[in-house]
């Protein structure tokens, strides 16, 4: 029997996705220890930090990551940061191979004036910061005004949309970080737009995540019947794609069911590109160039549209940060199907960029395992991570951080929450500690 020892960068849903693609490969003639190396003292990457606090169904997938988190061959390393801790090629060197899942999470600028504003923020922090992540708490936002934009038509563009647009008392409801929760309940914003530079047809949400809002009960979704009804003009029912032709159907059942006595609204608007953020120390408001569309294109036309609003948000994707001794190349680790250079490899939207959604890895981890696994040659046998870092580090294993999750828990318990998340990094690694006890 060989035994590989893998390292894993990142504890997100490719991580994790990777480690199962490992595990579902051991057979009689090779095996594997895994270590899952993640810089914060919580796991789950973007499950914990980018999932829409009111979609906790998509978090269900944390109790497979848990399974797996909990098998006696893999080893979960919180609060260790590679390329600080410990570095790239010292973890090459100690393993038989390396896999970066470090996923994407810097947000794509719109390179427009006015973007450094107040007040104009990328959707990379606003997520974040409402999902309690600890770099973020500190990001200096203002609800103190009617009318908020988002830029993108993607479902993240809908989730931060739909966060500013629903009522504190759903948001209650939720896992939401307390000081956002704290923050929404004093939040003056009644009309968020999720402004789109292309038509409807061209919209990149989900069909599942557009039958949602017809269901919120204090919330106006609007999407004019006329760009509904200009989108059926352009496209072939019968010819296009399933989910094109779904994501038509639920906007025609949107445009047909307005709550027009509802006075918070959500409304996408389309064939917008934006132009200039206004505003003397913080944002006033947006100009749009309004486009007319040719061949799946948007050509700008001579007029614009001017939104006065208090907050945007660009929602346009994401890029991966850069780990010292990693090259980056167009927002991602430069890769050949997954395998980048020696013994490392890449999954997730570290590889392949900002696509697709949480299962999409699971395939995605499962090509780029197969491939590892063919490339492995004797097994190294060496120590791995443990006698590369530094002595007075805090690690959070499964244990600790099944003690911060039990704690998150029963504090959310007690005030009728499901959780209450723990915002405070050190604050996290102490009570991972007590675990230990
Ligand atoms: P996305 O789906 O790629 O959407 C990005 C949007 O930004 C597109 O509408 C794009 O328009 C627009 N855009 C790009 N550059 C722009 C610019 N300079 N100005 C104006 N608009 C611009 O990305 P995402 O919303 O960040 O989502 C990332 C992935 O996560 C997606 O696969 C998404 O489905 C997934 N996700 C899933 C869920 C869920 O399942 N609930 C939740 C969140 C995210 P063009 O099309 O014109 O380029």
């Known amino acids: 029997m060989k035994k590989y020892r893998i390292a894993i960068i990142g ?3 490719s991580g994790y996705f990777a480690i199962q693609s490992l595990l579902n490969s ?10 899952l190396i993640e810089k914060l003292p919580i796991p789950w990457g973007l499950v914990r930090w980018g999932v829409a606090p009111d979609h906790p169904k998509i978090r269900t997938v944390g109790k497979v990551f848990e399974k797996l988190a909990n098998d006696p061959r893999v080893k979960l390393y919180g609060n260790v940061e ?31 004036p006015g ?25 200096d936002i203002d609800l103190d005004f009617q009318t908020a934009v988002i830029v993108g038509a993607g479902n993240v563009a809908m989730d931060c949309g739909r966060i500013l647009a629903i009522t504190p008392d759903e948001l209650q409801e939720t896992d939401l970080a307390a000081y956002a929760l704290e923050k929404f309940k004093n939040s003056k914003v009644k009309n968020t737009y999720i402004v789109a530079r292309r038509s409807l047809e061209h919209a990149a949400f989900t069909s599942a995540e557009l039958r949602d809002l017809p269901k919120l009960e204090h919330t106006n979704v609007i999407v004019d019947q006329s760009d509904v009804a200009l989108a059926h003009r352009e496209i072939d029912l019968e010819k296009a794609d399933k989910e ?16 027009p006595n509802l006075e918070r609204t959500l409304e996408f608007r389309f064939c917008l ?7 003397k120390e913080k944002v006033e408001g947006i100009t749009f160039q309004i486009n007319r569309m040719e061949n799946g294109k948007a050509i700008p036309t001579d007029e614009t549209l ?47 960029g900002p696509s697709g959604v949480i299962g999409t890895n699971k395939s995605d981890a499962n090509e780029v395992m197969h491939l590892l696994i063919e490339k492995l040659a004797q097994p190294k046998e060496m120590n791995g991570i443990e006698n590369l870092l530094p002595g007075n580090l805090k690690i959070i294993n499964q244990r600790n951080w099944e003690a911060i999750n039990s704690f998150e828990i029963a504090e959310g318990e007690k005030i009728g929450r499901p959780r209450l998340k723990v915002t405070n990094w050190e604050e996290a690694v102490n009570i991972g500690l007590q675990g230990n006890q």
């Open 11 to 13: 504890a997100g849903p």
């Open 26 to 35: 051991a057979n009689e003639e090779i095996d594997f220890q895994i270590d």
């Open 82 to 112: 590679v390329g600080k801790d410990v570095s790239i090629d010292d973890l090459k060197k100690q393993y038989d191979a390396v896999v970066i899942a470090t996923g994407a999470p810097i947000g794509k600028k719109l390179g427009i």
């Open 115 to 139: 973007e450094n504003l107040k007040n104009s923020i990328s959707a990379a922090e606003f997520v974040p910061w409402y999902n309690g992540h600890f770099d973020y708490t500190d990001l």
């Open 244 to 259: 094109l032709v779904h994501n038509l159907q639920a906007f025609t059942e949107i445009s047909e069911k307005s709550k």
């Open 273 to 279: 590109t934006p132009k200039e953020i206004h505003g």
């Open 306 to 352: 001017t939104i006065s609003c208090g907050l945007v948000v660009s929602a346009i994707g994401y890029e991966t940060q850069s780990i010292p001794g990693l090259k980056l190349t167009n927002g991602k680790v430069p890769n050949e199907n997954g395998y980048v250079e020696d013994n490392l490899y890449v999954v997730g939207w570290a590889k392949r």
